[in-house]
């Protein structure tokens, strides 16, 4: 096994991951969603609508609410947040490092964009993006 490897599971030993299901649920409950995918990764394969948008290299600026750079969504919002990534290998290590930090009630959507659109939960496709891979 590779050292990355290691510590992918290393790290989901310790933090939760959540399916797109439950997902989906805890979206609908007020749950925050937060995409860390690059953006033209985002162009390419589509989003989860109301998500936001904060790539992985500004993740725990953006979401540390003792912090001068927290996002204005986290100004407000109290509940849960889900972090995915395409596939749900960089936001397993995104959402270890918030777990880090002290940031609370964080999530990791297992399997990612990915899983999403596989399980046939609704994404936006952008017009002249290809269809998102299943």
């Known amino acids: 096994m590779s050292a990355i490897d290691r510590a992918l599971v290393a790290a989901r030993a310790r933090i939760s991951r959540v399916d797109p299901a439950t997902a989906a649920r805890m979206r609908d409950a007020g749950a925050l969603l937060v995409d860390t995918r690059p953006q033209a990764q985002c162009e390419t394969h589509g989003l989860i609508e109301g998500a936001v948008a904060i790539e992985r290299n500004h993740l725990e600026w953006r979401l540390d609410r003792s912090g001068e750079w927290m996002h204005p969504a986290m100004e407000t919002h109290t509940g849960a947040i889900v972090v ?5 290998y960089s936001s397993t290590l995104a959402v270890a490092s918030l777990v880090d ?3 609370g009630d964080v999530h990791e959507l297992a399997g990612g964009f990915d899983a999403w659109a596989a399980a046939g939960l609704p994404i936006v496709v952008a017009r002249d993006a290809p269809a998102p891979r299943s």
Do not use: N, P, T, W
């Open 101 to 103: 930090i002290g940031v």
């Open 84 to 88: 995915f990534c395409q596939e749900g």
